[in-house]
């Protein structure tokens, strides 16, 4: 079935330390979104790609990066988690068709716990 | 982006109809009506979207009002499996600012036996 991956579901990483996370997509969609849903809240999103094209939130903080090195992959890398970092981290993948996007799917998230 | 009023929870019983009010009063004429539900530790999956028409698929039926302030989300015959996070969301028009969506804080639907 096609789908979007996300590794590793559970992450811990230590205050500070680099983190990334990843997302894969089997659906070859051209776009690829990442989410950040903390406890209790509604996910928020981050940035997205379109294809090659990178977008940026304006309240994403600078330590938040994004990489997406082929159509299938995109990582979110964490350069110094804070504590409230801690987060679900949701990838999510659409088709854009000419000027409109189609539904997104999402995958399951990555829990990051930051000590 | 226009703003969307949902309860904060409901409860529905198995086998029977749940109906998910949604207000949008301040929607634009171009801003589609999306739902979309979260089980929990889950991400998000897609249920179903409308411009003006009802719209109906396998999953749910969605009811837009004529002027289009608010809607309904209809699962026919609710299961335990529907237990979940409901989330209405007024979306801008598909050709802007990437097809982002905008998460409110849902409705928190607990199907009881």
């Known amino acids: 079935d096609a789908m979007v991956i996300q590794n590793p579901r559970y992450q811990v990483t230590q205050f500070g330390k680099p983190v990334t996370l990843s997302c894969s997509q089997t659906?070859?969609?051209?776009?690829m979104y990442w989410y950040q849903q903390k406890s209790s809240q509604a996910p928020k999103l981050l940035f997205h790609y379109y294809d090659k094209d990178f977008n940026n939130e304006a309240d994403t903080p600078d330590n938040f990066q994004s990489r997406r090195p082929n159509t299938s992959f995109c990582f979110l890398d964490i350069r110094s988690p804070g504590l409230g970092d801690a987060a679900m981290y949701l990838c999510a993948t659409s088709k854009r068709t000419g000027s409109s996007y189609n539904e997104q799917f999402f995958g399951p998230g990555t829990r990051l716990t930051v000590l | 982006d226009a703003k969307t009023t949902q309860p904060p929870s409901m409860d529905c019983a198995e086998g029977r109809a749940a109906n998910l009010p949604c207000n949008h009063s301040t929607i634009s004429g171009n801003e589609y009506v999306y739902w979309y539900r979260q089980i929990h530790s889950q991400g998000p999956q897609y249920i179903i979207h409308g411009l003006k028409n009802n719209e109906t698929n396998e999953m749910a039926s969605l009811i837009i009002t004529e002027d289009r302030k608010s809607s309904t989300l209809i699962l026919p015959h609710a299961t335990l499996r529907d237990t979940a996070v409901y989330y209405c969301i007024v979306r801008v028009a598909p050709h802007n600012q990437g097809g982002k969506l905008i998460f409110g804080q849902g409705t928190e639907l607990s199907v009881k036996p």
């Open positions: 659906l070859n969609h051209n776009v």
